[in-house]
Structure formats: structure tokens, C-alpha cells
């Protein structure tokens, strides 16, 4: 079965610094890996996904996140924080069935300081 | 503009007074699919659709009902609340059942059991 572990449920970074959010993931096939965003009192929007292919891919807004077999991760980071990175982001992984649901992560909140 | 909605976006409810929360799509969509979202636990899957009368299980289905008459409506119906369901409910929707395109989300209702 599929599922996926996010370290550290609140992450906190000055503006203009790197930000490191942790994702790992267990799956019996390739997996297929997303990142998704959700600003405050929104719903969730797809930040980035890996499918095939190239291992580090780049998302909306300067994320960018690294396939990493042997470690089981796909990490996401950004050079330089910005305030209006604040949000909680959610790790998931397809189930691969004909349905391909998405097992989310618990989520780590994004905190941005001046 | 292609969207998700959702209605109500809040609403307050006694223990075993029936309730249903819509979700509409305008987008042709054959995907549709129920979160609930929980502090520390992330969201977690209670129903899925993949077209017209065809829905299906996800990993918290206890007390929900759904159903799929039309295209682009997936309401979520509580036959009988009870408080262990207070939580912040997400609809989705994607083009196809088994693709890996983006999942969009509604707004959320926000359900309170007392």
C-alpha cells in the first residue's frame, strides 16, 4: 500500500530564506508523488507532481521538488521564502489503482517571519 | 471560470439531524471525490466517483452516503450526524478517473456537530 510521511507539522523560516519541507513516501510500484498548497481558508491547489521522467521538477511559484529513489523522498524546497508562502502544504501519493485516488500527508504548516 | 463549489460553507447541526452538502462542477469532469480534514491527520478519502453511478469506498466511509445521478454534481449526505463528524469537508474533481492531472478542489465546508 501507498502512503506518505511529512517530518515536522509546523516549519518556520525567515523571509528570503531557504525553504525545506520533508516528504517520504512508502510504495510497493513506482509512485507517482504530488505536492499541493492550501492558503488559509482555501481549498488545496497542485503545487508540483512526478510521474516519469525527470527527477527534479518544478512547480508553480519557484517550488521545486527531487525524486529521490534510494532515499524514498520527495522533498520540497524553494531558494528564498516569501511572505505569501505562508500556507500549509500536503505530500500525496496515487494509490495506482484505475482510480488513482491521492493519499495525502498530515500536512506541514508554513510559517513566513519578517 | 471553472470551478468547484460547494454549499453550505458553514453550517451548525445537531447529533442525528439529517444533512446534505452539495458539490457541483463545471469543468465535464468524470472524477469526483469527498475529503475530510482533521487537525493532525491530514485529509483522509470517504467516498469517490469515477462517472455516473459509479461510486466507491475511501478509507473513512462510516456514516456518509453519496451518490452520482448527474455529470457534475456529488453531494455528500449525513444521515445521521454525530459529533465525531465535526470537521472541514473538501469535494474534488479531476478530468479522469485513472489520469494524474491536477485534482481540483472546492472552498470546504466547515461542519460543526454539537
Known amino acids: 500500500a501507498q502512503s506518505v510521511t511529512q517530518l515536522g507539522s509546523h516549519v518556520s523560516v525567515s523571509e528570503g530564506a531557504l525553504v525545506l519541507l520533508r516528504c517520504n513516501y512508502s510504495s510497493s510500484v513506482p509512485p507517482y508523488l504530488f505536492w499541493y498548497v492550501q492558503y488559509p481558508n482555501q481549498g488545496l491547489q497542485l503545487l508540483l507532481k512526478?510521474?516519469?521522467?525527470?527527477?527534479l521538477v518544478k512547480g508553480i511559484n519557484g517550488f521545486e521538488a527531487e525524486f529521490k529513489k534510494s532515499e524514498t523522498s520527495f522533498h520540497l524546497t524553494k531558494p528564498s521564502a516569501h511572505m505569501s508562502d505562508a500556507a500549509e502544504y500536503f505530500c500525496a501519493v496515487s494509490d495506482q489503482t484505475g482510480a488513482n485516488n491521492l493519499f495525502f500527508g498530515t500536512g506541514t504548516r508554513l510559517t513566513v517571519i519578517p | 471560470e471553472a470551478q468547484v463549489t460547494q454549499n453550505p460553507r458553514y453550517l451548525i447541526t445537531v447529533t442525528g439531524k439529517k444533512l446534505t452538502v452539495t458539490c457541483s462542477q463545471n469543468m465535464n469532469h468524470e472524477y469526483m471525490s469527498w475529503y475530510r480534514q482533521d487537525p493532525g491527520l491530514g485529509l483522509r478519502q470517504i467516498y469517490y466517483s469515477m462517472n455516473v453511478e459509479v461510486t466507491d469506498k475511501g478509507d473513512v466511509p462510516e456514516g456518509y452516503k453519496v451518490s452520482r445521478k448527474e455529470k457534475r454534481n456529488f453531494p455528500l449526505i449525513l444521515e445521521s450526524p454525530s459529533p465525531n463528524q465535526t470537521s472541514l469537508y473538501f469535494c474534488?474533481?479531476?478530468?479522469?478517473?485513472?489520469?494524474?492531472?491536477?485534482?481540483?478542489f472546492g472552498p470546504g465546508t466547515r461542519l460543526t456537530v454539537l
Open positions: 512526478y510521474t516519469t521522467g525527470a527527477t
Open positions: 474534488a474533481s479531476r478530468l479522469r478517473p485513472g489520469g494524474l492531472d491536477e485534482q481540483f
